[in-house]
């Protein structure tokens, strides 16, 4: 039985997988709230390079070829590893097989490369000599001074507050690829003052991140802005996470049963998940695909399914999502890459249908898989992916319950080697099993 499942490079995909080519029901198109018709091109031209809207629009076939400046890029840590934690299995007991796509070899760290390198190199193309981009957690951030640094580029990241006092070493990273990194909210749009007026000790959001991050790019000609999650063409750049995984599968002579991903804005879900929703339509496979979100901030599990806004401005087209409300405000978790109120369009639509189920724990019950996960398999991951952990354990205790031998496979999404000091206050105690209000998700709804 092997332990780590490798790809040559030879065998790695060089196509990007469109999900929309083999949805029924074609995505709800992005609306502008001024005229209440969907949004015209011509408007989000002046925000993302031509090629990025039209992935975002679904055009190009099932299969987008990835270019070979890209692919260059990718080849400094892929294919990832697929692994078996034969560990952890040991430890549970459990007559399941448990596998994770391990995407924290990045130079960044995390999963976010495999969407930065693509966004930046397409605005390249075009002339552009600066990006503007928010970060939570900060793997994004990282993400995108390493693309901007490898290009040319200059990069102005909006980090949110909590998670820039919280992480000090991830802006060092960004700085160290040439970030300039302002935490948000700041004073330096008009956006982020009106919300340090309304909250002088607000600890941020990705929403008004995002909203400072816009007013930037509309600010200046030479400037476009990237985003780490939630649209269409993000979550196409990230599929070649499932589809370098299903050739692992292949090579070790299974294939999962139960697919999980952790979900914030859903692109780590989406670039696992997503090809495999594709065999689940055009086979006869049945994998169980599972979104995993905190109690802090459940968008699937207690958001509604609607058209809004992307950030705390409303300065985006709305988006058909699940959400929170573009004014929800969540809890300072160190999860700070799960604390958004919307959720990939692509990824509500799919979970809407029936594509796919989700569950929400809390930080407490994450952190806690987490030290499981570090002290059997080695590997100390970031506090979003814990998530992915905590429901892997979950499904490996079920089958042994049952008495099943059932085949998971998750997403690790990002290493937590920058997230010392959160696993730090979890031994000390100090970390608290939150669950967001259901009085205050429904106020923020109301807005």
């Given at each position: 039985?092997?332990?780590?499942?490798?790809?040559?490079?030879?065998?790695?995909?060089?196509?990007?997988?469109?999900?929309i080519?083999?949805?029924p029901?074609?995505p709800?198109?992005?609306?502008?709230?001024?005229t209440?018709?969907?949004?015209?091109?011509e408007?989000?031209?002046?925000?993302?390079?031509?090629q990025?809207?039209?992935?975002?629009?679904?055009?190009?076939?099932?299969y987008?070829?990835?270019?070979?400046?890209?692919?260059d890029?990718?080849?400094?840590?892929r294919?990832?590893?697929?692994?078996?934690?034969t560990?952890?299995?040991?430890?549970l007991?459990?007559?399941?097989?448990?596998y994770?796509?391990?995407?924290?070899?990045?130079?960044?760290?995390?999963?976010?490369?495999?969407?930065?390198?693509?966004?930046?190199?397409?605005?390249?193309?075009?002339?552009?000599?600066?990006?503007?981009?928010e970060?939570?957690?900060?793997q994004?951030?990282?993400?995108?001074?390493?693309?901007?640094?490898?290009?040319?580029?200059?990069?102005?990241?909006?980090?949110?507050?909590v998670?820039?006092?919280?992480k000090?070493?991830?802006?060092?990273?960004?700085?160290?690829?040439?970030?300039?990194?302002?935490?948000?909210?700041?004073?330096?749009?008009a956006?982020?003052?009106?919300?340090l007026?309304?909250?002088?000790?607000?600890n941020?959001?990705?929403g008004?991140?995002?909203?400072?991050?816009?007013?930037?790019?509309?600010?200046?000609?030479?400037?476009?802005?990237?985003l780490?999650?939630?649209?269409?063409?993000v979550?196409?750049?990230?599929?070649?996470?499932?589809e370098?995984?299903?050739?692992?599968?292949?090579?070790a002579?299974?294939?999962?049963?139960?697919?999980?991903?952790?979900?914030?804005?859903?692109?780590?879900l989406?670039?696992?998940?997503f090809?495999y929703?594709?065999?689940?339509?055009?086979?006869?496979?049945?994998?169980?695909?599972?979104a995993?979100?905190?109690?802090?901030?459940?968008?699937?599990?207690?958001?509604?399914?609607?058209?809004?806004?992307?950030?705390?401005a409303q300065?985006t087209?709305?988006?058909?999502?699940?959400?929170l409300?573009?004014?929800?405000?969540?809890?300072?978790?160190?999860?700070?890459?799960?604390?958004?109120?919307?959720?990939?369009?692509l990824?509500?639509?799919?979970?809407?249908?029936?594509?796919?189920?989700?569950?929400?724990?809390?930080q407490?019950?994450?952190f806690?898989?987490?030290?499981?996960?570090?002290?059997?398999?080695?590997?100390?991951?970031?506090?979003?992916?814990?998530?992915a952990?905590?429901?892997?354990?979950v499904q490996?205790l079920k089958?042994?319950?049952?008495?099943?031998?059932?085949?998971?496979?998750?997403?690790?999404?990002?290493?937590?080697?920058?997230?010392?000091?959160?696993?730090?206050?979890?031994?000390?105690?100090?970390l608290?099993?939150y669950?967001h209000?259901?009085?205050?998700?429904?106020k923020?709804?109301g807005?």
């Open positions: 039985m092997e332990k780590k499942i490798l790809l040559s490079e030879s065998e790695m995909p060089r196509h990007w997988y469109n999900i080519a083999h949805m029901n074609q709800a198109p992005p609306m502008d709230p001024s209440g018709q969907p949004a015209a091109p408007k989000l031209a002046r925000i993302f390079a031509p990025l809207l039209e992935q975002e629009m679904g055009q190009g076939g099932a987008i070829e990835i270019p070979e400046e890209v692919f890029t990718y080849r400094i840590w294919p990832a590893p697929l692994i078996r934690a560990e952890l299995e040991k430890l007991d459990t007559p399941a097989k448990i994770y796509k391990y995407e924290g070899v990045s130079p960044a760290g995390s999963h976010k490369p495999n969407t930065a390198i693509p966004q930046v190199y397409y605005n390249k193309l075009n002339g552009i000599k600066r990006i503007a981009t970060t939570g957690a900060g994004w951030g990282t993400s995108i001074a390493f693309a901007t640094q490898r290009f040319g580029l200059e990069s102005i990241i909006y980090m949110v507050k998670s820039y006092e919280q000090p070493y991830r802006k060092a990273m960004m700085e160290m690829w040439g970030g300039k990194v302002i935490p948000s909210p700041s004073t330096t749009t956006c982020g003052r009106a919300m007026a309304e909250d002088p000790d607000s941020g959001s990705l008004g991140a995002i909203s400072e991050a816009l007013e930037d790019t509309l600010s200046r000609e030479d400037t476009r802005y990237c780490g999650s939630v649209l269409n063409h979550a196409l750049h990230q599929t070649i996470v499932g370098e995984s299903i050739k692992q599968m292949e090579k002579g299974d294939y999962p049963d139960i697919v999980i991903g952790c979900a914030g804005g859903g692109s780590n989406a670039g696992i998940a090809p929703i594709r065999e689940n339509m055009l086979s006869a496979r049945k994998t169980e695909i599972i995993v979100e905190p109690t802090a901030c459940p968008t699937l599990t207690k958001g509604t399914y609607t058209y809004d806004f992307g950030d705390v300065l087209p709305q988006l058909k999502m699940y959400t409300g573009s004014k929800f405000m969540p809890a300072g978790i160190h999860a700070g890459g799960l604390r958004y109120h919307g959720m990939s369009p990824v509500s639509q799919l979970y809407h249908e029936g594509y796919m189920k989700a569950e929400a724990y809390n407490l019950e994450c806690e898989a987490a030290a499981m996960f570090v002290r059997t398999e080695g590997i100390l991951p970031a506090p979003e992916s814990s998530h952990i905590k429901a892997a354990i490996a089958a042994k319950e049952e008495g099943t031998s059932k085949t998971i496979l998750f997403n690790l999404s990002g290493h937590g080697h920058f997230d010392i000091a959160s696993y730090e206050k979890y031994f000390q105690g100090e608290i099993a669950e209000p259901e009085a205050e998700i429904a923020s709804l807005r």
